[in-house]
């Protein structure tokens, strides 16, 4: 089992910064990636950047420039740095780790931090 908690969300006005935490703790050998997802009201959820063992990161399209996803391994952190934030990334943002045994994934989610950002 993995337990992920997340800090670090507020309401800033568009242009602004933010910076989200998740903080892993249990099993987290077991991990082969972690990232960010995000969901607004009325909205399914997506996935915003995710970040390999090796460190290999992946971004939203709209998110590309402004979002850098980065880990601490001592910290056994990983962190969603936001800049030039808009008004349309207003959500619950997620932190999720996954595993996988032989080919079954399973997924681990934290409880959400809700980001608001003011036009």
């Known amino acids: 089992q993995v337990q992920l908690v997340e800090s670090g969300g507020g309401l800033v006005q568009a242009g602004g910064s933010l910076r989200l935490s998740c903080a892993a703790s249990?099993?987290?050998?077991?991990?082969?990636?972690m990232g960010w997802y995000r969901q607004a009201p009325g909205k399914q959820r997506e996935l915003v950047a995710t970040i390999s063992n090796g460190g290999s990161t992946n971004y939203l399209d709209s998110v590309k420039g402004r979002f850098t996803i980065s880990r601490d391994n001592a910290k056994n952190t990983v962190y969603l740095q936001m800049n030039s934030l808009k008004p349309e990334d207003t959500a619950v943002y997620y932190c999720n780790a996954h595993q996988y045994v032989l080919v079954v994934r399973s997924d681990y989610w934290g409880q959400g931090t809700q980001v608001t950002v003011s036009s």
């Open positions: 249990g099993s987290i050998f077991s991990i082969n990636g």
